[in-house]
Each structure stands twice: as structure tokens, then as C-alpha cells.
């Protein structure tokens, strides 16, 4: 038996010497003696049904069918519809410290594979893979999946679903029997990606019940599963999906899968999170250990194709006087680019649209103390370009078939050596010349044809963006990069390896935002999580909203603008300086906190908050989004700090509502001392607030 034991959770192998099993995963379990693993093997070993196999299956980590497995295999391929089966045998188990590196084969089938377990001490488990053909001939990989035994009382799955403008919704639903599949063909994660998969407990909320999740660290396409037998097995799977011909493998090479991220939680959805931020925020590249995240003014909804350089000045002046760090110049800078039926590939400053060039539009931002960001879309090219006209053979797509068009673009086969070598020195090009801090890397439609001379290229394709980001990255030291993909269709614990930020959504429209930040949040950090005020009027939904609603919902991510600010009057100008100021004090906190997310205040309004780590202080947003079923206000509680505590609570007023529906305010307004136990037991009486309205909480410790 091989057991792995962090703070909070276990995983534990049998390995009878032939085959190796997870027997379980879930709550930390102490010390196990060889006398007690010998009763939990035989506590957890199934009997041998009547009209089944002579022999009851486990969980075994490659679910062989040849072994009794009836369920899906974590391998399945051929060899041109030949040696399809295969019963693959433990060369070596060996653990050291919280890992353990398994590998087997199979001489028949001609196979061996390698999987590393590695249990993080944040509770996050990561799996790696590699499958290598060590026979003649050629395999053909039709996929290789990780799998993790569920508990029984796993008895639900919380996945998610979307499109452009309202991603990441929830969906939670029982677990019966057979095969719940959430699968991804677009070439990348996606809008209907689901980030991550969740096995839970019917009563597991945000802060209680047990919850189990896994991710793939991958941006292409892919898969998840959870899976129920009718053998008792439950199970919990993912995997890159990969189209057919994509992988194969000659005598020698071998398939690395994409990493799988796992966690187990005994604290509800926030305990998985916070294990997921923990990990994320220890590695040592994380972009928080850099320095702090610059307070950013993105011009695409001010400016859209319009690049009138006073008018930016203008903005720019106003920029700095709320105290914007970043201003970032969105599409239309380069070649014929005047709308987006043209141009892009041609990645050379415009004459019509700057006819000075970019230097003096970055040295006036520059010289007010502000850094300068540029919009690209590398991955895709325009019919109507000087890079389509001289290479339209550079193009994914099917032999003597020209692929449908998104946005008028075609997708550039980064795969063809010529092509992205083009992207990456016309890009290089211009980071060289100018001073650019930071590039705003968009994508803004799926492959329908993910096809370079006759063979699918999706893994080839993500691999090369991944290459590119690093390499500009290389070339430019402490260049930044956010990943959008018309909005948040690429945000996968993958990208994070490479990117520096995500545009969350194209949706600026607060109310819409509040649900897609917050599942985007189940595992991404908010520290990377583009959050951004819009417009009076959303340019999305077209309602209009308060200044402080969208303030408020723009504070807990990597906070910025999206509006032309010279539109905002004075008091929405001040507002954002409020805001701006608030953001640049606190960031460090709302950075590097741990989440709590109310379970008490559900459906029209939420409350959430982040507790920092010494618990010292937190901040806490209430959000009313529609109005209240019953007459009178909410009773809302503050969970996660310190019981013994004294603490200060006090209202943010100048970033939260100003107009109640109420005769007057409730007796503690606008602040009061309580300790922690009493804010997490009596908690407050909130004011009577309008919908589409918030509140901004700061507690200090005394």
C-alpha cells in the first residue's frame, strides 16, 4: 500500500505486485500500519456478483477491460484496427515523500506508461502522464484519460456551461446511473468550457460538505467525465479529447498528456478553491510575487476602430488624474485595420489610423506615469490582408476546402514553421520598437477545421501558442500578457502556466458579471481575473447601472476600466477615484486572501468577501441583485475570521450604495465593534437596498 497524506486529504494505492489501484480518495486518514492497510484492502474489496466475473474489479488506475473493468478504459488505441486490448502489468510503484511514480506495461500490446501522483501541501493533487509505443509499427492514440475513485456519498456533479457574454453558468445535478460527459471540440477550452469538474454531496454549499474536483491544465480541446456502474463504481475522469489520426506514435515517441489537477475539499466549494489559490499563488513565478497588479484602462468600448489621438490624450489625461497605472491600446493600430474585415496578420503600425506612429502616443502615457499595453489576435488572419494574399496556404483547414469564416477571419496554422515565425517576429518587431509593458492576446473564433496537410493539429496548435508566450515572454523580460479569447474562452489552469491575466468575459454588464466572475473563481484567482467598470449604459445588455454597482463588482479581481472616462460626471469621476484608491490600498489582500462565499445569502443577492491570512482584517461585498421576497431587509453573517477577536466593521460609504428603500438606517450604521464569533453567529441587519445595488465592507481587527 502507498499512502499519500497532506493537511487535509489522502490517496491511497493497492499494489498486489501485477496491478495498482486507487482504493481511496477523500478526508486525511493517519498513520497507516501494515496491519491496518491489510484490513482497509479487505474492508474495500467488493464481492464477485452473480452473473458477473469470476473476479470483482477495483479501482484500477488504466480500468483495463481485460481485468473486469466494465466502464470506459483510461487508454484506448489500436494498431490499424488491430491490438486494441491490453493488460498492463506494474513495473514499479515508488513513492518519495507525497508522490509516487507508477509505470507499467504491456509487452503484447507493446506499451508502457508512466503516471506521477504528486499531493501538493495545499491538498491539490497533480497527475502526469506519458504513453510510449515500445513496439514496431505504428499506434494510433485514441486517448489516454485520468481517472479517481469518487466516495459513495458523492452523490451529485457541478459542472458548467456558457457562450460569449454569459460564461461559466452552473449546473448541478444527481448522479445516476451510466455517463455524465461535458466535452470540448472548439480547439480551446472555450465559453461552454467546464473549468472544472465538481463531485459533491447533495449538501455541500460554499462552506460546508465534502466536495471532490477535477481539472485538465490544458487549453485545447477536451473532456471530462463522471462516471456511475452498476458494479457500485463511481468515478470522476478527464482528459484532452484528441480527433482522429492526432496522435501517433511510432516505435520510440511517446504521448505526454496534459496535466490533471484534483483536489479534495471537506470544507465545501470554498475549501476547493482556496486549496486551488494556495497552490497557484506558491509557485514561484506566480504574477502577484512579481509586483502588484496595475490598476488598467483597456480603450476598446471608448475607442472601438475609432484611434483619434487627441481624443486618447484627452482620456488619458483623465486616466491619470483617477491614478489608471496601464492603458491599453485595443484593435485597429495596425495595417488596413479599420474594422474587422481587414488587416489582421499585418502586424505593422497604421499610417491612416497613426500617422505620427505609436511613439508619441506612449511617451505622452509614459510621461504621466502610466505603462503601456497593445492588442493583438496572432492566431488568426483576415482574407483581405497582405498575409493571407502572399500565403494562403498558411491557413488550417482541409485540402481543397476553405473553412467557414468567424468575424471574417480564418485560423493561421501555427504548426507551418513559416507562420509562426511570421507572427512571432512581426510581433517581436514591434515590442522591440516601442515601449510595451504588456499585450492583450485575443482569439476570437473556434476551429472548425483544425487541419494541417490532412492531419487534425489542435494539441500542435495549443502547444504553439504556448511556445510563442513564452518566447515573447523570453525575448522581452517582464512583458506581460492576458489571454482573451472573445472574452473568457480560454481560461484554463493550463494558460496560467503562460499568461499573466485573463479577460474574464466580454460581458461588462455587472449584474451579468456577478455569476460569471464568481464560478470563474471556483478555481482561478482573482488576481488574474480581468474585472473591469463599463459604461453608464452597458454596451452588452444596455442597462444602466450605478457607478458604485460597478465599481463594487469590478473591486475583487485584477481591477481596471472599460469606458470612456471623459463621459463620467462628477460624481461618477469621483466614484472612480474612490475606487481606483481603494483597489491599489487593499489589492494586496484581495490578492492573496482566503475566500468565503455565504451560504445564508443566496439567490438575489450574494455575499462574499476575502479574509486575509492572519485574519487581521477582510473585505466583504454584498450584492443586491434583484429585489428582496420578503418585506424586510436581510440578517447577513461574516464568516472565516477569528473568534476571540475584537473587530471593527465599518461601511465603505463612498463605494457603496447611497439610496435605501427605507425611513432610516439600521441602529449599527455605519459601523460597529463585534468579535469574530459574534459576525459569524449574530451577524448584522443589512439596510433596505435597491436591486442592481451594493455594499462594501472593511474589517480590521482591533
Known amino acids: 500500500m502507498i499512502h499519500l497524506s497532506q493537511a487535509r486529504s489522502s490517496i491511497i494505492f493497492e499494489h498486489d505486485g501485477d496491478s495498482l489501484a486507487v482504493l481511496y480518495w477523500g ?112 499506434y494510433f492514440l485514441d486517448h489516454f484519460l485520468y481517472w479517481l475513485p469518487l466516495a459513495e456519498q458523492a452523490n451529485e456533479v457541478l459542472d458548467f456551461y456558457g457562450h460569449w457574454t454569459k460564461e461559466r453558468q452552473p449546473q448541478r445535478r444527481s448522479i445516476d446511473y451510466g455517463l455524465i460527459t461535458r466535452e470540448g471540440f472548439e480547439g480551446r477550452s472555450g465559453h461552454d468550457y467546464t473549468i472544472t469538474q465538481v463531485a459533491l454531496n447533495h449538501a455541500t454549499g460554499f462552506r460546508h460538505g465534502e466536495a471532490w474536483s477535477l481539472a485538465m491544465a490544458w487549453s485545447g480541446n477536451n473532456i471530462h467525465h463522471v462516471e456511475r456502474l452498476i458494479d457500485g463504481h463511481k468515478s470522476i475522469g478527464a482528459g484532452e479529447y484528441l480527433l482522429p489520426g492526432e496522435v501517433i506514435l511510432k516505435k520510440g515517441e511517446s504521448y505526454n498528456a496534459p496535466r490533471a489537477i484534483a483536489t479534495f475539499s471537506d470544507r465545501g466549494l470554498d475549501g476547493l478553491t482556496n486549496n486551488h489559490y494556495t497552490w497557484i499563488r506558491s509557485r514561484p513565478n506566480h504574477i502577484t510575487k512579481v509586483r502588484p497588479r496595475p490598476l488598467t484602462l483597456n480603450m476598446w468600448e471608448a475607442v472601438y476602430f475609432d484611434h483619434n489621438e487627441e481624443g486618447i490624450k484627452k482620456m488619458v489625461d483623465k486616466a491619470a488624474e483617477i491614478g489608471v497605472e496601464r492603458v491599453v491600446l485595443d484593435d485597429g493600430w495596425f495595417g488596413s485595420r479599420r474594422n474587422d474585415r481587414s488587416g489582421l496578420g499585418d502586424w505593422v503600425v497604421s499610417k491612416d489610423a497613426w500617422p505620427n506612429g505609436l511613439d508619441p502616443i506612449i511617451k505622452y502615457i509614459n510621461d504621466k506615469g502610466i505603462e503601456f499595453g497593445l492588442w493583438f489576435e496572432g492566431e488568426m488572419v483576415n482574407r483581405d490582408s497582405d498575409l493571407y494574399r502572399a500565403h494562403p496556404d498558411w491557413i488550417l483547414q482541409e485540402p481543397g476546402r476553405l473553412p467557414i469564416e468567424g468575424r471574417w477571419q480564418q485560423v493561421l496554422d501555427l504548426t507551418k514553421e513559416g507562420a509562426y515565425n511570421h507572427v512571432l517576429n512581426q510581433v517581436d518587431a514591434v515590442l522591440s520598437e516601442f515601449n510595451i509593458a504588456y499585450i492583450k492576446w485575443d482569439h476570437n473564433r473556434h476551429l472548425t477545421d483544425p487541419i494541417s496537410d490532412g492531419r487534425p493539429v489542435v494539441r500542435k496548435q495549443t502547444q504553439a501558442i504556448y511556445r510563442m508566450f513564452d518566447e515573447l515572454k523570453k525575448r522581452h523580460p517582464g512583458l506581460e500578457i492576458e489571454s482573451c479569447s472573445s472574452g473568457g474562452g480560454r481560461i484554463d489552469l493550463g494558460m496560467i502556466e503562460h499568461a499573466d491575466r485573463f479577460w474574464t468575459s466580454d460581458q461588462n454588464d455587472p449584474l451579468e458579471r456577478q455569476q460569471i466572475q464568481r464560478w470563474t473563481g471556483l478555481v482561478i484567482p482573482p488576481e488574474f481575473l480581468g474585472t473591469h467598470v463599463g459604461p453608464t449604459v452597458g454596451h452588452q445588455m444596455h442597462r444602466t447601472h450605478s457607478v458604485s454597482f460597478r465599481a463594487l463588482n469590478a473591486l475583487f479581481g485584477h481591477a481596471g476600466i472599460e469606458w470612456d472616462i471623459n463621459e463620467a460626471d462628477e460624481k461618477e469621476t469621483r466614484v472612480l477615484k474612490a475606487y481606483v484608491a481603494f483597489y491599489k490600498k487593499h489589492r494586496d489582500l484581495l490578492h492573496s486572501g482566503t475566500v468565503v462565499r455565504s451560504d445564508e445569502i443566496v439567490g438575489n443577492a450574494q455575499l462574499y468577501g476575502t479574509v486575509a491570512l492572519d485574519k487581521k482584517a477582510a473585505i466583504f461585498t454584498y450584492m443586491q441583485l434583484t429585489s428582496l421576497d420578503n418585506f424586510g431587509p436581510l440578517l447577513t453573517t461574516f464568516d472565516g475570521l477569528d473568534k476571540e477577536t475584537m473587530y471593527q466593521v465599518t461601511v465603505v460609504e463612498n463605494l457603496s450604495a447611497d439610496e435605501f428603500i427605507q425611513k432610516r438606517a439600521p441602529g449599527w450604521w455605519p459601523a460597529l465593534k463585534l468579535t469574530g464569533d459574534q459576525l459569524a453567529h449574530v451577524g448584522l441587519q443589512l439596510p433596505v437596498l435597491k436591486p442592481e445595488s451594493g455594499l462594501l465592507f472593511y474589517i480590521q481587527a482591533l
Open 27 to 138: 478526508k486525511k486518514l493517519g498513520a497507516i500500519t501494515e496491519k491496518s492497510a491489510e484490513s482497509i484492502m479487505s474492508a474495500l474489496t467488493k464481492p464477485a456478483f452473480h452473473g458477473g466475473l469470476d473476479v470483482s474489479s477495483s479501482n484500477l488506475i488504466l480500468r483495463e477491460h481485460s481485468r473486469g473493468w466494465i466502464g470506459h478504459p483510461a487508454l484506448r488505441g489500436h494498431r490499424g484496427g488491430v491490438g486494441a486490448s491490453n493488460s498492463f502489468t506494474v513495473k514499479s510503484a515508488v513513492q518519495k515523500d507525497q508522490s509516487m511514480v507508477a509505470i507499467f506495461a504491456d509487452a503484447i500490446a507493446g506499451l508502457e506508461i508512466e503516471i506521477t501522483y504528486t499531493l501538493t501541501p495545499s491538498d491539490i493533487l497533480l497527475m502526469d502522464a506519458k504513453v510510449t509505443n515500445t513496439a514496431e509499427g505504428d
